[in-house]
C-alpha cells in the first residue's frame, strides 16, 4: 500500500471544533478565548471543575516533592487514599491503576483467580449487560459485547457473556454453575444514562449469594459523587464484591482503581498484579484531597439538591421543545436527555451556544457538570441550552 497522508494524532476521535486552552471552575476557554460552560466535566472527570485551587496545592506541592517512585516502595499518598477508600466504602482493599479501563482488567484477572484458587477453574464466564461500557481494551471490550466497539478485533478473549438489559428471568435462566461474576454499571453512562432500578441491584446481589457469583461493580463513571452518594449502588443499599473506579476519583489527573472485599481479594497475593506507574505520588496526592471533598456529606447534599435543580430546568425545556427534546434521566449531576432529533445535532447547537455536553447511546445527551458548580451557572446552562434547542427544527 502506497503511504497516505496521515494526521499526526491517530484519527480515532471525531473531535468537535474547539481547541482547549484552560479551565475556570465550570468553564471551558478555548485557544481563541472563547469560553465555554463545561457541562462534559470531560466525561464526568473534572469532579472539583477545572483548577481547583484545593487541587492544584496539593499537586504542586506533591511535585515539588517526589513525583514517582514505582510500587517498589512504600508510597504513603497511596496508602492514605487506600485507607480513606476502605473507610468509606464496602471494600477492605485497594489497587490503584491509571484508568477505567486498567482496572477493568484487574477487576476481570481478580475474579479468575479467585475460582482458581477456590478448586472450580470451571467458573470462567462474566455475565455482562447490553449497552456496558467497561472501556476499550481487548478484555474490555470483549466483556461489552458491542459489535461496534469490537469491529475489526477479532478474536476477543472468550469468557464474556452478554444478556439483555435489566432481563431478570434471562439473568436467572444465565447463573449456573459455570458463571465466574456478573459485571454490571449501576447506572450506564455511555450506554445513554440508563439506571438499574434499585430492585434489580436487590436481586443481583441476592442471586450472586444465593450461587456464590462474585458481584462487579463498574462505578467509574457513575460513582465518586456524582449521584449524590459517594458511589451509585448506595442507593440500592447493596454492596457489591469488587469495584471498578476512575474518572472522578483523580478530578482530572489519571487515576483509576479496584476495590474489594477481603473474600474477592484474597487470591491476589504477590506478583499477581502490577503497573508501573498505577498508585503514583501525584495521582494518590491529588486522589486523596478530591476524597476529601466527596466524602463530605454537606458536599454531597450539594450534589442533590444542586441535581434537582437542574433537573426541574431541563424538564421544563423538554416541556416547552417535546418535538427536540423527549425526556430527561439520571440521578444527582449524572443526568441524560434523551432527544427526538439526532442527539449529535442538540450537542452541535448546544455548542454554539456556548455549552458543551456530550453524546451518548440511546440517542442521549449526557449533562454531566462538575460537582462544584454554582445555581447561578445551572440558570446560564438553562438558558443556553434554551437558545439551542429553540434553533432546531422539531423531528
Ligand atoms: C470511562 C469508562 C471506563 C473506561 O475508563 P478509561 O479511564 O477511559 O479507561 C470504564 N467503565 C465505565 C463505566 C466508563 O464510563
Not at 479551565?23 to 485557544?31: A, V
Not at 477492605?92 to 491503576?97: I, V
Not at 421543545?321 to 439520571?330: A, D, E, F, N, S
Not at 445555581?375 to 439551542?388: K, P, Q, S
Request: aromatic share 6%.
Amino acid at each position: 500500500m502506497d503511504a497516505q497522508p496521515f494526521p499526526p494524532v491517530l484519527p480515532t476521535y471525531s473531535r468537535a471544533p474547539i481547541a482547549v486552552d484552560r479551565g475556570e471552575g465550570s468553564w471551558l476557554i478555548d485557544t481563541d478565548g472563547r469560553r465555554y460552560l463545561d457541562l462534559t466535566s470531560g466525561i464526568a472527570v473534572n469532579a472539583l471543575g477545572h483548577a481547583h485551587p484545593a487541587l492544584v496545592e496539593a499537586l504542586v506541592a506533591q511535585a515539588g516533592r517526589l513525583w514517582h517512585s514505582s510500587n517498589l516502595f512504600t508510597i504513603p499518598a497511596q496508602e492514605e487514599l487506600a485507607r480513606k477508600m476502605v473507610d468509606a466504602t464496602f471494600a477492605d482493599t485497594a489497587f490503584f491503576t491509571n484508568s477505567g479501563t486498567e482496572a477493568l482488567e484487574l477487576a476481570v484477572k481478580m475474579v479468575r483467580r479467585y475460582w482458581h484458587a477456590a478448586g472450580a477453574p470451571e467458573r470462567q464466564t462474566i455475565l455482562t449487560f447490553e449497552g456496558a461500557f467497561h472501556g476499550r481494551s481487548i478484555a474490555a471490550i470483549s466483556a461489552a459485547g458491542s459489535t461496534r466497539m469490537a469491529d475489526g478485533f477479532a478474536p476477543l478473549l472468550p469468557g464474556f457473556r452478554t444478556l439483555p438489559f435489566g432481563d431478570h428471568a434471562a439473568l436467572e435462566a444465565a447463573l449456573d454453575d459455570t458463571v465466574a461474576a456478573v459485571l454490571v454499571e449501576p447506572i450506564q453512562g455511555e450506554g445513554g444514562i440508563r439506571a438499574l432500578p434499585a430492585a434489580c441491584l436487590q436481586g443481583l446481589r441476592a442471586a450472586c449469594d444465593r450461587t456464590g457469583t462474585l458481584l462487579v461493580f463498574d462505578e467509574v463513571q457513575c460513582g465518586m459523587g456524582r449521584t449524590g452518594k459517594l458511589f451509585a449502588h448506595e442507593w440500592a443499599g447493596v454492596t457489591p464484591d469488587i469495584m471498578m473506579i476512575a474518572k472522578g476519583i483523580g478530578g482530572g489527573f489519571p487515576l483509576g482503581g479496584v476495590l474489594a472485599t477481603a473474600r474477592a481479594a484474597q487470591a491476589m497475593t504477590a506478583g499477581s498484579h502490577g503497573s508501573t506507574y498505577g498508585g503514583n505520588p501525584l495521582a494518590c496526592t491529588v486522589g486523596s484531597r478530591v476524597m476529601d471533598f466527596l466524602t463530605d456529606p454537606a458536599f454531597l447534599a450539594e450534589v442533590t439538591r444542586k441535581g434537582a435543580a437542574l433537573r426541574a430546568q431541563l424538564d421544563a425545556l423538554v416541556a416547552a421543545r417535546p418535538g427536540v427534546l423527549t425526556g430527561v434521566r439520571g440521578k444527582g449531576l449524572l443526568l441524560g436527555i434523551a432527544c427526538a432529533v439526532p442527539n449529535t445535532d442538540v450537542v452541535k447547537a448546544a455548542r454554539d451556544a456556548g455549552l458543551l455536553l456530550v453524546p451518548a447511546a440511546d440517542n442521549v445527551v449526557r449533562v454531566l457538570p462538575p460537582l462544584t458548580i454554582t445555581d447561578d451557572e445551572i440558570a446560564e446552562a438553562a438558558r443556553r441550552l434554551g437558545t439551542a434547542v429553540a434553533a432546531l427544527q422539531p423531528a
